[in-house]
């Protein structure tokens, strides 16, 4: 089948600590995108990619990093200098041409305490 | 950039009952609008889609009305029921490659039987 993998479903970390959560598609979308879910507001992205090797950032990518070495993945790093962390990440890819329907994996919910 | 604003944030309805979802956007290039479902713990899924040559787009019991003029858009879901109570996001974007979607900030649905 087809689809997003995202892991681990559930992440912990203590502040301070950066933390790389997992995205990869066998979709064969050349785009990629991570958005971040907290109740109330809504998903916002983060950064994006339409190609490998190459990323943009998206509205609120301060504190975050991507890489994109691989069509087929786009890890995310938090780091320590994201000041709220916890939320849960939501990866998505899509056709690389605009106004295509994203496709979303299930998410990880990261906890920092 | 583009701004979404969604009402209402949380909808209650019988059984049976009609429910409307409304969006607003703030960027007039923008010409594909999408709508997602979530349910608790998952991934948003694309239930509908809806590009500018077109005010309105029916599949089922959901329907989707774009008014480009006013800037408006509306999710309609007749004959609601309680497997349709899930929280329901709309979106925006432009359809030019290297565009990423907006999302509003969601709508709660509660179908009680």
């Not at chain 1, 993998?5 to 785009?31: I, M, W």
């Not at chain 1, 990093?65 to 962390?85: C, G, I």
């Not at chain 2, 409304?22 to 998952?42: I, M, R, V």
Request: proline share 4%; charged share 20%.
């Amino acid at each position: 089948d087809g689809g997003i993998t995202q892991s681990p479903k559930y992440l912990f970390r203590k502040e301070g600590q950066n933390v790389t959560l997992s995205c990869e598609q066998n979709l064969n979308h050349d785009a990629m995108y991570w958005y971040r879910q907290d109740p109330g507001q809504g998903l916002r992205l983060i950064y994006y990619s339409q190609i490998v090797n190459d990323f943009q950032k998206g509205d609120i990518a301060e504190g975050y990093s991507v890489s994109r070495e691989k069509k087929e993945s786009f890890p995310l790093t938090v780091t320590s200098a994201q000041k709220n962390p916890t939320a849960f990440y939501l990866c998505a890819s899509s056709v690389a041409r605009g106004g295509s329907p994203l496709h979303f994996g299930n998410g990880t919910r990261l906890t920092v305490t | 950039g583009e701004n979404v604003e969604q009402h209402p944030s949380t909808l209650s309805v019988q059984e049976g009952d009609s429910a409307v979802i409304k969006c607003t956007y703030s960027d007039s290039a923008s010409n594909y609008f999408p709508w997602y479902k979530q349910e608790l713990g998952k991934g948003p899924q694309l239930i509908i889609d809806i590009r500018s040559n077109v005010g309105e787009k029916k599949d089922q019991r959901i329907a989707v009305t774009l008014n480009k003029t006013a800037k408006h858009f509306s999710l309609h879901i007749t004959e609601t029921q309680p497997e349709d109570s899930a929280v329901y996001f709309c979106a925006a974007s432009k359809t030019q490659a290297g565009t990423a979607l907006i999302f509003g900030k969601g709508t709660t649905l509660s179908v009680s039987s």
